[in-house]
């Protein structure tokens, strides 16, 4: 233990933990799917849990060509549904890693 009561050698180590904590949570939502829908499932969104859009599904009653608003509408909330999905699904995978932050290292607001 250092002057002062640091242990910088423990702080490291923590520190490279967490990384591997945090690196292993990303890969993991990467490679996680959630699904937003809207107009009752006539719209759907999917989502990596990493935020990013790879699909879109329209179920043919849903297309207009009078009422397209309402179709535009619909791929607008079903891709919010999804990334408020991909969110929660962040949350709760790096939630626990990222709240070890504060106390371990004395950091705060981390």
């Known amino acids: ?3 002062g009561g640091l242990d910088v050698q423990a702080l490291m180590q923590q520190a490279a933990e ?8 990303q890969e993991q939502l990467a490679a996680a799917e959630v699904t ?4 009752g499932g006539m719209v759907t969104a999917t989502m990596t849990g990493a935020g990013e859009l790879t699909g879109i599904t329209i179920a043919p009653a849903a297309v207009d060509p009078d009422d397209l608003e309402t179709l535009q509408d619909l791929v607008v909330a079903a891709v919010r549904d999804a990334s408020r999905e991909a969110a929660e ?3 709760s995978a790096m939630g626990p890693l990222a709240g070890g932050l504060g106390g371990g290292l004395g ?3 981390l």
């Open 107 to 109: 950091l705060p607001g």
């Open 36 to 39: 937003g829908s809207a107009g």
């Open 18 to 25: 967490m990384q591997r904590g945090l690196a292993a949570a």
């Open 1 to 3: 233990m250092q002057p």
């Open 89 to 91: 699904l962040a949350e």
